[in-house]
């Protein structure tokens, strides 16, 4: 059963994906959160592959299960542009694209090269560790979950910190789930 609601989860959640991407990321109204939702959805479904049976084998299939319904979402438009020819599109170049400074830039470049070195490994690590002391199951399996969790968070707060257009935000956002993390793991063997 877990397995169904997690493929549902992963639909969904691809689905999500699909349609922020197919509206070219709107900004306003729920379409805003499209993107951080179907993320959120992908991983709760993978989540539960991993819970249901041993963790390398349900996070194996889970994501056999979200490549397929990701190629069953893309079959429909790949058909229809199959034999038709490509479409080239005028890009514009902009300030932004070239190699010029702009204001703010080195702080910028600085925030992005702590995060990536100094918060988003502990974010990693802090994940991992999280999985381990709050998931269910034989010590083999929870340090197996441990290193792909924490391979998977590292990924993770890569991409949100390097792609992030306000790297500050990025790096807080990241410092605080840390620390949020770090608490939820050492706090009860403090105090219990």
Do not use: H
């Not at 990701?70 to 694209?97: N, S």
């Amino acid at each position: 059963m877990a397995q169904l609601i997690g493929s549902l989860l992963s639909l969904s959640g691809l689905l999500a994906i699909f349609l922020t991407w197919r509206r070219r990321g709107v900004r306003a109204g729920l379409w805003r959160w499209g993107l951080p939702a179907g993320w959120a959805l992908l991983c709760l479904g993978l989540g539960l592959w991993m819970v249901s049976t041993n963790t390398d084998q349900g996070l194996a299939l889970g994501s056999v299960v979200v490549m397929v319904l990701a190629c069953a979402i893309l079959a429909r438009q790949g058909l229809a542009l199959l034999g038709k020819p490509a479409k080239v599109q005028p890009v514009r170049e902009t300030e932004a694209d070239g190699l010029a400074l702009g204001k703010g830039y080195w702080g910028r470049a600085t925030i992005r090269l702590a995060g990536s070195l100094l918060v988003v490994p502990v974010f990693g690590m802090l994940a991992g560790l999280l999985w381990r002391a709050y998931v269910p199951g034989d010590e083999a399996d929870r340090l197996m979950g441990l290193a792909i969790v924490a391979m998977l968070a590292m990924t993770a707060g890569l991409v949100i910190q390097l792609a992030s257009r306000r790297p500050y935000r990025a790096f807080g956002g990241l410092t605080a789930v840390s620390v949020i993390a770090a608490g939820l793991i050492f706090l009860p063997g403090l105090f219990g």
